[in-house]
């Protein structure tokens, strides 16, 4: 048989299998979107995310009052002026308007979130990849570095930091990177370990590319899936922990910075006289959070091979 | 002189166990002792049941797999001692197929990039874009493949894709491990009808790996047959299936189904017992003879037996003590009435089966 | 609730079991070598003192010693001490028992003197027989007899306060031979860790008071029993139980679910909530100040005008209206008003934004910087939410026209290390009188030179000195007075608050009697179903 | 949606004697699962087992034929999964069973073998206890005497130190061996009909050979019905009465072994053969492959799925679905669903 | 098995040499250090040299460190600074604390979450699937210590049916043979003391239990899905199984491999969280005391404990490992 047949036949069979458009072409990621826009989770995380970036760029004009000008006129001990029409969630503690702060607090819970992330990913896959690129006794020196920071309960490593470092934002958001650190050295190890040994990696090898670069090339870009859902978890338990560190008493040493965690955490003595004071800041946490987690889970599901075609 | 020899090939996987220092308790002796030569422009085929160090021996001769003894010598030259970067100069002229398309393509990169990739790695000059073009053609896909991605493909054009791969830097050696074993029945032909095309085309030389030993025999010029780690038979492919010496091979003819009722209505089948025997702990003498409808007292248990030419016989050896006895029919195989107690006596116990 | 009395062994009317909630286990019941409310508080029950203050006030009243007289010039004092007096471990409380307890006091060694150790002791009496740290200062205590049944104790110079200091639970007597037996001054080694191996302090604390210790469970609880041989009127309670409840919050919510009959220092916005669910309220008076103080080393703060201009800008009247208690006060001066040396006539700086924008420029500093401390993790009656007061006076401050840069630490020990080390340039910080006497409010401040305040007006220093020594009661009044007008005119700081801190206790509990100084004496307690 | 099927289907395998042990007629069924097009992965699919009588179906990956199975026994699960037609065993319809007795007819009248011994067996449970269960269930054993005959029924499909073996665990077995077990577990109640839905596919070539005698001496001998699924035409070839090709949820062609490897009529079957090298064929005989891919199908309510790819397609091929019907001067047991069949000389 | 849990203890050392280390150089890099600690509010330039030197702190950080693990060795972890009695007996009976705290929150996760996984993986969609999706989502997204004030306030204050703070009532009076309140209360044969003490450990372990039990309901539910789509589960169907069987035998067991190792890697999690629930409910643990011995430098405390929480951890790891072996066949006779 000639080989212009099997041109052929293969021709027609493109015309005939071709889907709708939209589906001919695209990437591993761009498959993976197409699959979140079908998730109904996904595009709940998605609206949810999406609201908490826009409310926190556009904080300035959303606001109707500077979260950080008090009016102590109104308040007395244990009884601060509920929701009006001037102020839709009340005054704070301070006799500050609650919901300029909600609003203002996206910037800081999402400027925590981002950039303890970034900095705890980077340092984290930095190291996995250090690991898992060179394998040996560097792999087993990086594992065992991170076995010491695992075996540290998280909220305490990061007390330690903070405490180390003197209060500031900067120290809390240090805290929380180097506490997802291991978490994500360890992960994209693993996940790089089982991509080394995989065959497309066997073939660069074969076609005699250089090792660095099946590593840097192939082996790295492809082990980054879990990292990336392991991302947006991990964007969302930083606000939890920023607010569990605020609770502990570390935190901005300015107290009139409108962070949510802080908020929640400076209202538990209010619980009981001004709930709400409570609920608006807990309302923001658990909404961004649930966010970020609708949409990892969704690119979990979206990015995992056994669901792949 | 050949262009591939390959010389008491060994490779051995240690076993390590160990409480905190790992100790090597063990060896899974995957390749054990393997002579075989490839000639320019001819197809070895290698067949064998699963585990029996087939992709070992491919991988190894590519330098791909540690080499525990032995030597590869690739037209004069013994890849081992060859450096890191002369290897990787050396890898333009043998390349490799593999056997799940899927797995062997970087799922982030276009079919461009892939084909791409070893142009750029040797440092080949020119227009990459109309070489893969070329490519996609030789293989029989059209040119709009090179902007999508390996999911994109059915099986058959992904393996195209790896066998475009595979050629792009014009290599003398191919090892295809298990090329078609991954597609569906109606396109294997595709496949091995490329291979053939491709061959005749680019004079290539293939060692293909395969346990259909149909396939193999269809593709190939000789045939090597593997069991646990070494070459028990080899053989022309015409040879071999008329005149199989060793018992290994017989079994394994009788046992392919054949798709014709007439065929399968009277041939006669030889039962093999039991299972293959650990690679970590091959046994004594003749591997074969654990599961040996023709195991003899003598020799078979103790004595390893060589590949040898057996008498009256031209280009066809076999690893078998009693290669003569068996093909001239004075061995018997021994047979029962239909056995089917598989794993208990360590005799030989076949069955012959006819309908 | 019903949880408190459960288990309790008191079956006759006037028993029971009262649950107090406290904020942390005592360091030790050892009263010498402690001075936080905490383990004085449980110290107060165990042992008595030679004197005390009378029930809620601040004047001196006999307790172990029946009466007292001191000579001339003021340095010997001789106790006539109470009769038929004994231990809990049956010992007989006498002359040479008091004595005892002084010179163990005096002779203290190595990690013994540390401040954080033998604090009262300190304040009172200066130094010990033997100075480790040259910086201490003579002893004012030089040595005690016993005669005829009478405690002797001479001084090496006179003092105005001694008889008030003596009030103190740190000065407890103990019973001399438990000290011995359970080696109270077994700190290990000097030198080494100071480890306090003895179990005087932790499970063998031995007094004369009207309670002694039944059980101590560290961080669950700490079981007083009625001490049944006390030579005063016998305790009402059965039992008094101390449980730990490091957490505000958790405190309130344990004594309205009914798991604490009490607790101290009531969070000033619980107070109205409290009461209305029908909860006791209990204030103590104002015996405390709160205030911003200064290190006038540091800059701005060497700035007279800059001072003054802080003290226009803090609103403190709004402060203490929106954040303390009715009853709470703006400060005028270092000092309660209940206390004599109070002045009526010191410099006072209202508040007015122009004024302090007008100093500011007066000044002569352009956009003054303020670092301005605050600690964390405390809460104190003269600032029971230090974060709030922070951010309001910080908004004060910068509506005024200065830049604050926030700075925090946990109170102990960063914070207080930080102010005295001198490294706040303007800090939150109060005080809670010790005893009734202007020394232990403005004396302690002021008298020495510190450098947490940075250097005063030279004469400030000496005014204290010679009040603190003058022994005649009316021309003390005056000294103190004019030391409060020359302290507020040079403005070492701006005291904002005297406030009333508050107990809250669960219906039924009656007879507990706040003290301005926290002496407050369980035993008079009784609980009515 | 679907056009109303103008012919009627012949029906496969009928007529061959005796009342029929198992009836599928006119099976269909169809996966929705959300943001996805519908799939039909059998579509109109009727055949019939006699009692005792071994049936293969063969085709490619994804042609149908383990949901034709599964749904049979009502495996799929009810999620997502329309399932029409009616499927009788021994006059009892089992898509409309209670779920109670349909539990009581698997594994005692019906039994089935898959694919992948190793995933089919519960890697947590011993292999005794993964025979014994069924024992429990359906004949009442219990304890020593369940253990007894599970040790009993592994000797019967040939593995040794059976008392010892009960013990281990799946992955303590060899393929073979679990493929073994699954056997015994399957013949346990002796049931009249077995499936085995490519039973030797993930086995080398000698030890598959064990199998399918295995199964040859075992249910053949017994009377016990087989239905033999496989993508190997050599399988079906050595075992089976009656075959029934599959191509893309349908059965394109079926007829009696010997009729079909004869005279295969069907362009789709024709191919196949074509397409793989046989050992008893000299070397040089050249590969015929079927162009394209199975995926490469037209939705059948448009004509005959296999007109991409096929060789021999006319124009009719494309518009109504051939219907399954003997062709004139053929066999009437050999069916085929063709416009342009494959005449009888065409090798 | 043996030779793996020996290999995992052995493993342990390095471990534990490594975190000695980084804790000693930690201590000693925190500001103001150890001696501001030790002297409190009245410190000066001498009586810091004093300090240092009686702590031997003016050595060079070797021989402090070696010093320091000579004493370890023989369990001497030195003197709490705060509570000035040895670490090692505040750590002992503070543990217990929080073990008790820690294993009835995971008790609670556990008996909770794995049938709620189980019902929402078997009826993926359903009503309570979807109620335990959302549920375990807020689960996740509460802080502790939020969720600690609340349940006190509604189920403590406004229902009066658990106990806010502390471990027992401290009017009762009874043994403590194991430091366990509720196990000590059974084996006296003091049962109102042992019930009294559960009504103290019910809201903190559902405070504190609430993440494990979001986290084990999901993978629950993700391993049941799986594993109800696995070959041997069709063959059970095939095999006629009762549906009992079926979801018992063959579905649950299998799923509860991922969630026995989720429970393992939940404990460094639950000891973060027993900070801030002990704190919470004043309940005595050793994780808001190791919190506090932060905030206070008291380094001894700092340096024991955490050694003490990495072998602690480890061990959990282990015996997760070990019980692994129980589930899966496989892994036992690896
Ligand atoms: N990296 C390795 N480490 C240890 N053992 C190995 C390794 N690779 C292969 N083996 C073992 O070597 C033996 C031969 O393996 P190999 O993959 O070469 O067999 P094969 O003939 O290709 O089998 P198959 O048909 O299943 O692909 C097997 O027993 C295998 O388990
Ligand atoms: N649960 C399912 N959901 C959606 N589609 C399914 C499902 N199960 C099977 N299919 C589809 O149904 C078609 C037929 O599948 P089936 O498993 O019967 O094929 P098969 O002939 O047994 O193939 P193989 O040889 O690969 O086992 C395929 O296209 C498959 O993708
Ligand atoms: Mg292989
Ligand atoms: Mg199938």
């Known amino acids: 048989m000639s080989l212009s047949q099997g041109v052929e036949a293969v021709e027609s069979a493109d015309s005939s299998a071709a889907g709708p458009p939209e589906e001919a072409a695209g990437g591993l990621w761009r498959d993976a979107f197409r699959r979140l826009r079908h998730n109904p989770t996904a595009i709940l995380g998605a609206a949810l995310v999406t609201i908490f970036v826009l409310v926190a760029i556009f904080a300035p004009l959303l606001a109707p009052y500077d979260p950080k000008v008090a009016d102590l006129s109104q308040i007395r001990p244990g009884d601060f002026p509920g929701p009006s029409r001037e102020h839709l969630l009340g005054l704070d503690s301070q006799g500050r308007d609650e919901l300029s702060r909600i609003i203002y607090g996206a910037r800081y819970s999402l400027l925590i979130g981002v950039v303890s992330l970034a900095v705890g990913a980077t340092l984290g896959v930095i190291l996995g990849l250090i690991a898992g690129a060179f394998g040996g006794w560097v792999d087993s020196l990086v594992m065992r570095l991170v076995d010491i920071m695992l075996s540290i309960p998280g909220l305490l490593l990061a007390i330690g930091i903070a405490a180390l470092l003197g209060r500031s934002l900067k120290s809390v958001m240090i805290a929380i990177a180097v506490v997802n650190v291991p978490v994500f050295a360890r992960l994209l190890r693993g996940s790089m370990l089982a991509q080394r040994r995989s065959d497309y990696a066997l073939a660069a090898r074969s076609l005699g590319v250089t090792r660095s670069r099946i590593v840097l090339q192939h082996v790295f870009p492809n082990s980054l899936g879990p990292v990336i859902v392991q991302a947006t978890l991990a964007l969302a338990t930083a606000i939890i922990d920023a607010a569990g560190l605020a609770f502990l008493g570390l935190g901005s040493p300015d107290p009139s910075i409108p962070e949510w965690g802080r908020m929640l955490a400076e209202t538990n003595s209010l619980l009981a006289t001004e709930p709400l004071l409570a609920l608006w800041p807990g309302l923001a946490i658990v909404l961004s959070v649930l966010g970020f987690y609708l949409l990892g889970e969704a690119l979990r599901e979206a990015l995992d091979p056994k669901l792949r075609r | ?355 | ?529 | ?347 | ?334």
């Open chain 3, 1 to 529: 609730g019903d949880g408190g009395n459960d288990g309790g062994s008191g079956g006759d009317e006037a028993g029971g079991t009262m649950v107090f909630g406290t904020s942390s286990d005592p360091v030790s019941m050892d009263g010498a070598y402690v001075s936080d409310g905490e383990s004085l508080r449980v110290v107060r029950q165990l042992f008595e003192t030679l004197v005390t203050t009378e029930p809620g006030g601040t004047e001196i009243v006999p307790l172990l010693a029946k009466e007292w007289e001191s000579s001339e010039d003021g340095t010997s004092w001789t106790f006539t001490l109470q009769e038929g007096v004994k231990f809990h471990d049956g010992t007989d409380f006498n002359a040479e028992a008091v004595c005892a307890n002084f010179d163990r006091w005096y002779n203290f060694k190595g990690v013994q003197q540390s401040a954080s150790v033998s604090y009262y002791w300190q304040t009172v009496f200066s130094g010990y027989a033997k100075n480790e740290d040259p910086a201490l200062g003579t002893s004012l205590y030089k040595d005690c007899q016993a005669q005829d049944g009478k405690a002797v104790i001479n001084l090496t110079s006179a003092s105005a306060s001694f008889l008030s200091g003596l009030a103190l639970a740190s000065f407890s007597i103990a019973s001399p031979e438990a000290l011995t037996k359970y080696e109270a001054d077994k700190v290990t080694g000097t030198g080494e860790e100071p480890r306090f191996e003895g179990t005087f302090g932790t499970q063998n604390p031995v007094g004369t008071g009207p309670f002694k210790l039944e059980t101590y469970e560290p961080n669950n609880r700490l079981v007083l029993a009625r001490f049944d041989d006390y030579w005063g009127d016998k305790s009402k309670l059965d039992k008094v139980i101390f449980k730990p409840i490091a957490d505000g919050p958790a405190r309130r919510q344990a004594l309205e679910a009914g798991e604490i009959q009490g607790y101290d220092l009531v969070d000033p916005a619980d107070l109205g909530a409290l009461e209305g669910a029908g909860f006791q309220i209990v204030e103590r008076p104002a015996f405390n100040v709160g205030y911003v103080g200064f290190n006038t080393a540091k800059k701005p703060f060497d700035n007279i005008k800059i001072r003054q201009a802080v003290a226009h800008a803090l609103n403190r009247q709004a402060l203490v209206t929106a954040k303390y208690p009715p009853g709470a006060e703006v400060a005028k001066q270092f000092m309660p008003p209940s206390l004599f040396g109070y002045a009526s006539d010191v410099p006072e700086y209202e508040y007015s934004v122009e004024k302090a924008k007008a100093l500011i420029a007066e000044s002569g500093v352009a956009n003054p910087t303020i670092e301005f401390w605050y600690p964390t993790g405390v809460s104190r009656p003269y600032m029971p939410d230090p974060v709030a007061n922070f951010q309001a006076f910080s908004a004060d401050l910068t509506a005024a026209g200065f830049t604050v840069v926030p700075k925090s630490a946990p109170w102990n020990p960063d914070y207080l290390n930080a102010v005295d080390t001198g490294g706040t340039g303007m800090r939150l910080l109060g005080w809670t009188g010790d005893f009734g006497d202007p020394d232990n409010f403005v004396g302690t401040f002021f008298r020495t030179k510190q450098t947490a305040w940075g250097p005063l007006e030279e004469s400030i220093y000496t005014d204290l000195e010679a009040a603190r020594q003058e022994p005649d009661e009316a021309k003390r009044t005056s000294l103190y007075e004019a030391a409060n007008k020359k302290i507020m005119e040079f403005l070492p700081g701006v005291p904002y608050v005297h406030t009333k801190p508050a107990l809250a206790f669960a219906k039924g509990v009656e007879g507990y009697v706040p003290s301005p100084v926290s002496i407050e004496d369980f035993s008079k307690v009784s609980l009515s179903s």
């Open chain 2, 1 to 355: 002189m050949s262009l591939l020899e390959i010389r008491d090939l060994k490779v051995h996987f240690p076993i390590k166990k160990g409480i905190l220092l790992e100790r090597t308790v063990g060896h899974v002796r995957a390749v054990d002792g393997v002579d075989l030569s490839v000639e320019k422009g001819r197809t070895l085929g290698v067949v064998g049941e699963s585990g029996c160090g087939k992709s070992t021996l491919g991988r190894a001769v590519l330098q791909l797999e540690p080499i525990t003894e032995g030597s590869v010598v690739f037209d004069g030259t013994d890849l081992s001692t060859l450096g890191a970067r002369d290897l990787r100069a050396m890898r333009e002229r043998m390349q490799m197929v593999f056997q799940d398309p899927l797995a062997s393509l970087d799922p982030r990169q276009s079919v461009a990039s892939v084909l791409a990739e070893p142009l750029r790695t040797h440092g080949h000059k020119g227009d990459h874009g109309k070489r893969v073009r070329e490519l996609l053609d030789l293989v029989g896909l059209p040119s709009t493949a090179a902007n999508r991605y390996p999911h994109e493909f059915s099986g058959g054009q992904r393996q195209r894709v790896g066998i475009a791969r595979a050629i792009a830097l014009s290599p003398e050696l191919i090892i295809a491990d298990e090329p078609v074993s991954a597609l569906d029945v109606s396109i294997q032909a595709q496949v091995v009808n490329l291979l053939e095309e491709l061959q005749e085309r680019l004079g290539l030389t293939y060692v293909v790996i395969a346990h259909d030993l149909a396939v193999v025999r269809h593709i190939s010029d000789d045939i090597a047959v593997m069991y646990l780690g070494a070459v028990v038979e080899v053989a022309p492919s015409d040879g071999l299936y008329d005149d199989p010496l060793h018992p290994y091979t017989r079994s394994l003819l009788s046992a392919i189904p054949i798709p014709d009722p007439e065929v399968e209505d009277s041939r006669e089948r030889i039962l093999l017992r039991g299972d293959i025997p650990s690679a970590a702990a091959p046994p004594p003498g003749c591997r074969f003879h654990t599961r040996c409808p023709w195991r003899q007292p003598t020799r078979c248990h103790d004595e390893v037996p060589l590949l040898r030419e057996p008498e009256g016989v031209v280009g066809h050896t076999v690893a078998c003590h009693w290669a003569e006895q068996v093909r001239s029919g004075e061995l018997q195989p021994i047979t029962s009435e239909v056995s089917l107690m598989v794993d208990a006596a360590p005799s030989g116990v076949s069955a012959t089966a006819a309908d």
């Open chain 4, 1 to 347: 949606m679907t056009r109303v099927q103008e012919q009627v289907d012949a029906i496969p395998g009928r007529g061959q004697g005796a009342a029929p042990l198992l009836e599928v007629r006119d099976l269909r069924v169809t996966f929705k699962s959300r943001g996805r097009r519908p799939v039909k992965a059998v579509d109109g699919v009727s055949l019939d087992v006699a009692p005792g009588a071994t049936v293969g179906i063969v085709g490619e990956s994804g042609s149908g034929k383990s949901v034709t199975s599964l749904a049979a026994l009502g495996l799929l699960g009810k999620r997502g999964v329309e399932i029409s037609g009616s499927v009788k065993f021994d006059g009892d319809d089992l898509l409309n069973m209670p779920e109670d007795e349909l539990r009581a007819v698997r594994g005692k009248e019906i039994a089935m073998v898959f694919q992948d011994p190793m995933s089919s067996l519960n890697p947590v449970l011993t292999i005794g206890r993964q025979i014994t269960e069924i024992l429990e269930r359906h004949r009442g054993l219990k304890g020593q005497d369940a253990r007894d005959q599970a040790a009993e029924l592994l000797l019967s499909v040939g593995i040794g130190d059976a008392v010892r073996r009960l013990k281990s665990f799946p992955h303590q077995l060899s393929g073979g061996m679990r493929q073994r077990v699954m056997i015994a577990m399957a013949l346990a109640c002796q049931p009249r009909l077995l499936i085995a839905d490519e039973p030797t596919t993930a086995l080398d070539v000698t030890i598959s050979a064990q199998i399918l005698e295995l199964l040859r001496s075992l249910v053949v001998d017994s009377q016990t019905a087989l239905v033999l699924i496989t993508h190997d035409l050599g399988v079906v070839a050595g075992l089976c009465d009656q075959v029934h090709v599959m191509y893309s949820g349908r059965i394109v062609e079926s007829a009696p072994r010997r009729a079909l490897f004869a005279n295969p009529q069907h362009p789709y079957t024709t191919g196949l053969l074509a397409s793989v090298p046989r050992l008893d064929q000299p070397r040089g005989v050249p590969l015929l492959p079927i162009p394209g891919s199975p995926s490469d199908t037209l939705p059948w309510v448009d004509g005959c799925a296999f007109a991409p790819r096929c060789t021999r397609r006319v124009p009719e091929s494309v518009g109504c679905p051939p219907a399954l019907l003997p062709l004139e001067g053929s066999e009437p047991s050999h069916l085929v669903r063709c416009v342009n069949p494959v005449p009888e000389d065409h090798t």
């Open chain 5, 1 to 334: 098995m043996l030779t793996f849990a020996v290999r995992r203890l052995l493993l342990l050392i390095p471990i534990l040499l490594g975190l000695s280390i980084l804790v000693f150089l930690f201590v000693r890099a925190l500001p103001g250090g150890p001696e501001t600690a030790l002297l409190g509010e009245r410190s000066t330039p001498e009586r810091i040299a004093q300090v240092r030197a009686a702590y031997g702190l003016d050595r060079p950080v070797h021989e402090q460190y070696l010093s320091y693990m000579g004493k370890v060795v023989k369990l001497d972890f030195g003197t709490s600074i705060q509570t000035q009695r040895p670490v090692s007996e505040e750590i002992a009976r503070r543990f217990k604390a929080t073990l008790e705290l820690t294993g009835a929150a995971i008790l609670f996760a556990v008996l909770v979450g794995i049938p709620l996984g189980f019902v929402a993986g078997r009826r993926p969609q359903s009503w309570i699937d979807n109620l335990s999706t959302v549920g375990s989502l807020l689960g996740i997204a509460i802080p502790v210590f939020v969720l600690g004030y609340l349940l006190k306030y509604v189920f403590a204050i406004k229902l009066g049916w658990f106990e806010t703070t502390g471990r027992q009532n401290v009017a009762i009076s009874t043994e403590h043979p194991t430091g366990f309140f509720v196990l000590d209360g059974i084996i006296t044969g003091d049962l109102p003391a042992a019930w009294d003490a559960f009504k103290h450990l019910v809201l903190p372990a559902i405070a504190l239990g609430t993440i494990p039990l979001a986290i084990i309901t999901r993978i629950t539910r993700a391993a049941v899905q799986e594993v109800s789509n696995e070959d041997f589960v069709r063959t059970a169907e095939a095999k006629g199984m009762t549906k009992s069987v079926v979801t018992r035998r063959h579905i649950l067991r299998n799923a509860m491999l991922p969630v026995v190792t989720i429970i393992g890697l939940q404990t460094g999690l639950l000891l973060s969280g027993a900070i801030l629930t002990e704190t919470v409910f004043a309940f005595g643990g050793l994780g808001s005391f190791m919190a506090s011995s932060v905030f206070t430098r008291d380094f001894p405390v700092i340096q024991g404990g955490i050694l003490f929480i990495a072998v602690v951890f480890v061990l959990v790891n282990l015996l997760v490992d070990i019980s692994y072996g129980l589930f899966d066949p496989r892994v036992r006779n690896a």
